[in-house]
């Protein structure tokens, strides 16, 4: 009965040196296979998505301090969140989609609370004006 166990140990302790081998090979040799049609396809698609990423940043830059660009890149974000809600392949598009509208709305409203600051210190100002005006034609 001992024997079998020791036996047994030193069969499984050589099984798991040999798997460690092969990771470790695995891990080090290159990979010898082209990629199929469906690789390259993802890898293509990958590529296409990078690239409208930086497009739309750059756009973004462009149209920063205007709420009405802004407003017509949300809208391009929101047709394409409708066109592909329903592909399971397209999440990651989905969700850089909404991150990005989720963006752009933070920044409508922070130039809306800007604009909206910017009239009441206009209207503080002019009010400010208009009591200076009579205290200075008051006095020789």
Known sequence: MRRIVVISIAVLAMLAVAMMVNVWHA??????????????????LRAQFEDAKKTEAMAEQQAWNSPAQLRTLMQG??????????????????????????????????????????????????????KQAPREASQP
């Open 77 to 130: 974000h929101e047709q394409r969140i409708d066109k592909l809600k329903d592909n399971k392949e397209a999440a990651e598009i989905v969700a850089y989609d909404r991150d990005a509208v989720d963006r752009l709305e933070k920044r409508i409203a922070q130039i809306a609370e800007q604009e909206a600051a910017k009239a009441e210190a206009a209207k503080q100002a002019a009010q400010e004006a208009a």
């Open 27 to 44: 891990a080090r040799d290159p990979v010898t296979h082209t990629p199929g049609p469906l690789e390259s396809g993802r890898i293509q």
